[in-house]
């Protein structure tokens, strides 16, 4: 991620955390939790929303972005210095180094996550997260053929 943004990522304490139990995700002993608001979505992206006007669209965009980070069309901040820019590549290179090192730990790593269900777990993940991109950018499309503001509806580009 070398465009990442430091100021609005986890701090690099909780990067490592996660890291450090690289392996307890792997013998499917720690799992991420999905939040409801994907778990809807992956079941059915293009449903129609319960509340179909623009604040109601609004609202459950807001519950996606809550989730999933914000969307593309988002208003962008200032970026980060160089020097921001240099930690974030440092505390990035750590990171990994950590990760790396957690995950030689697991002799035959991939058939350990097959075996214990890690692998098949991460896909769900992967699966919701993608569930709810899709139902982000539909409530979006509703939003917009309604006239809606943003949220409801994407922002309008800047030329």
């Not at 519950?63 to 020097?83: F, N, Q, V, Y």
């Not at 309604?146 to 030329?159: E, F, I, Y």
Request: hydrophobic share 40%.
């Amino acid at each position: 991620m070398a465009c990442s943004k430091p100021e609005t990522g986890p701090p690099v304490v909780h990067q490592l955390a996660g890291a450090a139990t690289t392996p307890l995700g792997d013998l499917n002993l720690l799992r991420t939790k999905i939040p409801a608001v994907l778990l809807t979505a992956l079941q059915a992206p293009y449903a129609p929303p319960a509340d179909s006007t623009c604040a109601g669209l609004a609202a459950e965009i807001q519950m996606l972005d809550a989730a999933l980070g914000e969307d593309l069309d988002a208003p962008k901040g200032p970026g980060p210095s160089l020097a921001e820019r240099g930690r974030a590549e440092l505390d990035e290179a750590a990171v990994g180094a950590v990760k790396t090192s957690a995950e030689a730990l697991i002799p035959f790593r991939g058939w350990v996550r097959k075996l214990t269900g890690a692998e098949r777990a991460s896909r769900q993940v992967t699966k919701a997260i993608a569930a709810g991109i899709v139902r982000r950018a539909y409530l979006k499309g509703l939003g917009q053929a309604q006239g809606c503001p943003p949220p409801a509806a994407p922002r309008p580009l800047k030329s």
